[in-house]
């Protein structure tokens, strides 16, 4: 009698709950080899090395889990600058929600118009960087995602933008289960800054990826909305060229199960990335995982991961990162730093930072540090008359603050600052 594998039997579970897109060849093929990948290693599991810490069951079982809707009065984010809006409601493209998508400098069609056709620029980006990030650890919910989604945007960045593009993504189905692909060229010399804020739906898989040709720029600021019992993850896939600039951030708070990964090449000299992260959790149900995969393959590049989390009454802060320096990646510079702050005995923080070098003339650091509030730093505050609650606080929110400086643009970095601050009054009241 044969035996089973729940690994595979899963996987194929999960692409037949979903109608395989109609496209041009090129999408076509691109979605075969990405299902076909995904039969070949199954599902997620708890036993895969990268997925140790964290559970991937709510994320892959059937039917999909529900999720309560969250309320809340509090303006959406990004709402005071000057940007264009473009809005998903439970993964779907709301055009009456939406601004006109014109934005000079920028093309931008949905992924459905752009897979439609047989001749687009698309056709060497969509799936091919995801495919790539396969390699050496695989990522099987994102194969999923480029298998089967038919959401999303196909941007080309011509020039330097005047504004942003803001992506909001809204929940109003408690069973609502999304699938979001996003490609991105950023062409040489061009500038692009992408928000995206809200929960996306009950159950939420996004996949960007993301050219930067030589001396282009790409800035990226996140905002995870405020469900309670969302179960999300994101991919997001970046190629470097020459001179090129790649930042992103993402602000997490509440939220049942998040996972978030980020694999970044370098095929470019004398580039920068960073990829950054804040994250507040509370309750024994939230779980946050920041998962970064960093390829160094070319001379006089730097990257910096900067993570920090603070988890309190049972929370789960997971992070594991990795800088892969290639032989011929002479001069690079990597740094890594993930921290977390427990207030309480109850809550963890899983840390796997690793550094994996095979060029002789680099610098890269890794560190990884977890304890508790400074209670100099408490003693100091309550003797001068502040509130405990209140000095708690404010040190969380230092704490969480030199993640937060790591955004380029000080208006959006001060707008999070405000969220936050707003966020934590509102838990002390």
């Not at 069951?57 to 600058?81: H, K, R, V, Y």
């Not at 999303?152 to 992506?167: N, R, W």
């Not at 992260?277 to 910096?304: L, P, Y």
């Not at 959006?412 to 838990?427: P, Q, T």
Request: hydrophobic letters at 40%.
């Amino acid at each position: 009698m044969a035996v089973t594998n729940p690994k595979f039997e899963a996987s194929e579970a999960l692409l037949a709950a979903y109608t395989t897109p109609v496209g041009a060849a090129w999408a076509t093929e691109a979605r075969a080899k990405a299902a076909a990948h995904l039969r070949a290693i199954g599902a997620p599991s708890k036993r895969d090395e990268y997925w140790k810490y964290t559970n991937p069951a709510a994320l892959t079982e059937l039917p999909t889990p529900s999720a309560a809707l969250f309320t809340s009065d509090e303006a959406p984010m990004f709402d005071a600058i000057d940007r264009v809006k473009v809005v998903f409601v439970d993964g779907v493209l709301d055009a009456a929600q939406s601004d006109d998508l014109s934005l000079d400098g920028v093309e931008i069609e949905t992924l459905a118009e752009a897979t439609s056709k047989d001749i687009h620029w698309a056709k060497e980006l969509f799936g091919v960087l995801e495919a790539n990030g396969q390699n050496p650890v695989d990522r099987p919910l994102a194969s999923l995602n480029t298998a089967v989604a038919t959401e999303g945007l196909v941007i080309h960045v011509k020039a330097e933008t005047a504004k942003p593009l803001a992506l909001r993504y809204i929940h109003t189905s408690e069973s609502s289960d999304a699938m979001v692909h996003h490609v991105i060229k950023v062409e040489e010399g061009a500038k692009f800054t992408l928000l995206e804020s809200g929960p996306g739906a009950a159950r939420f898989n996004s996949v960007l990826e993301v050219d930067v040709a030589d001396n282009a720029e790409f800035h990226h600021v996140r905002t995870q909305g405020r469900d309670h019992e969302r179960k999300t993850a994101t991919h997001m896939y970046g190629r470097l060229g020459k001179e090129s600039i790649y930042r992103s951030f993402t602000m997490t708070v509440n939220g049942m199960l998040t996972r978030n990964e980020s694999v970044l090449e370098f095929t470019g000299d004398d580039a920068q990335a960073t990829v950054g992260g804040a994250s507040a959790g509370d309750g024994k149900d939230f779980h946050h995982d920041d998962t970064v995969f960093v390829t160094h393959d070319s001379v006089n590049c730097e990257s910096r991961q900067v993570f920090k989390k603070v988890l309190r009454n049972g929370a789960t802060g997971v992070f594991q990162g990795k800088i892969l320096v290639k032989a011929d990646a002479q001069k690079t510079d990597g740094y890594q730093i993930s921290q977390g702050l427990l207030l309480d005995d109850d809550s963890n923080f899983l840390a796997k930072p690793e550094l994996e070098i095979y060029a002789d003339d680099v610098a890269c650091s890794h560190g990884s540090t977890v304890g508790a509030i400074d209670e100099d730093a408490m003693f100091y505050m309550t003797s001068r008359g502040v509130p405990k609650a209140q000095a708690q606080d404010m040190l969380v929110l230092a704490f969480l603050g030199e993640a937060i400086d790591e955004i380029d643009n000080t208006d959006l970095a001060d707008d999070i600052h405000a969220r936050l601050a707003a966020w934590m009054e509102r838990r002390r009241g």
